[in-house]
């Protein structure tokens, strides 16, 4: 890390200590290059429980007033900028295919760290309101658009917004998620980036909802209700999509993949490598020579 780049910051990235290696990302890359292969660098950005802990004014509120530390905003400036200097820091003079940008955008409720235990906690129309952002700067982009972000936040709690009220909503957190992804982009200077994203705007977390097409990266985990039809209609309308697979399912892998590939998928990008066994990778080795043949 670069103390030069990161002086006088609030938000700042830790030095690893887990390693002695001056820059393991650049002696990984190349030992990845020497055996023929590309490198994509995977960068998290606003999922961040330290600096959400240690600046909870630039974290995501709820309506009801309850802070998630492990989620910056990117309504705020700040963590714009933050994001898009750790982007470009990260692969400062590492030479990468691509970069492959998490959480950028809107954090919700969901997800809030290592072994989240709340999946199915609240219905879908719940865990969309408990993720609107609430903050200073979420209010003052309603009240940009002539909305009462009190009125907004009060009829968070108690039921669904009303379609204007949404249209505010939803409209300021694409802007801010746009504006993050342009200015990271910016920062990266002519390196391809690769989305985490999701084809439905409300969607927050790891693969927040993005009005963008451009190159994505979409979840569709084997078993899951609809991902072939997203990775379809995402194709359809001009992006290049990634399907984003683990590896560790009891479906039919090879099938879903190639149920993916004929649904537009332009690449596979599998989960999970670390923990597969021998048989998984067996079937990995399967569906790469299926993806090979004409």
Not at 36 to 41: D, K, Y
Not at 153 to 181: F, I, K, N
């Amino acid at each position: 890390m670069r103390e030069a780049v990161w002086r006088d910051r609030r938000l700042r990235p830790l030095a690893p200590d887990w390693t002695d290696a001056p820059d393991p990302l650049r002696t990984a890359a190349a030992t990845v290059r020497e055996r023929g292969l590309g490198v994509t660098a995977w960068v998290v950005l606003t999922h961040n429980t330290r600096l959400g802990t240690e600046h909870p004014d630039v974290t995501v509120v709820n309506c009801f007033g309850d802070r998630y530390p492990y989620a910056l905003c990117p309504s705020w400036t700040e963590v714009r900028d933050y994001a898009a200097l750790l982007a470009a820091e990260a692969v400062r003079d590492v030479r990468v295919d691509a970069v492959s940008l998490e959480s950028c955008g809107q954090m919700g409720v969901a997800h809030a760290g290592h072994h989240d235990k709340t999946a199915g906690a609240w219905d879908p129309e719940e865990q969309r309101r408990l993720s609107v952002c609430c903050c200073a700067a979420c209010r003052r982009a309603w009240a940009a658009e002539g909305a009462d972000p009190g009125r907004i936040a009060d009829r968070l709690r108690h039921a669904p917004l009303p379609p204007d009220d949404a249209a505010v909503v939803l409209g300021a957190r694409l802007r801010a998620a746009a504006a993050m992804r342009e200015q990271c982009t910016a920062a990266l200077d002519g390196i391809p980036v690769l989305l985490h994203a999701s084809t439905d705007p409300w969607a927050t977390g790891p693969s927040p909802g993005h009005a963008a097409s451009g190159r994505l990266l979409l979840n569709a985990w084997a078993g899951t209700p609809g991902t072939v039809a997203a990775v379809a209609d995402a194709a359809a309308r001009g992006a290049t999509v990634h399907a984003y697979v683990t590896a560790l399912t009891g479906q039919d892998l090879p099938g879903h993949v190639r149920a993916l590939v004929a649904a537009g998928a332009a690449g596979i990008s599998l989960y999970h490598l670390g923990l597969a066994s021998r048989s998984v990778w067996r079937t990995l080795h399967t569906i790469a020579e299926t993806l090979e043949k004409p």
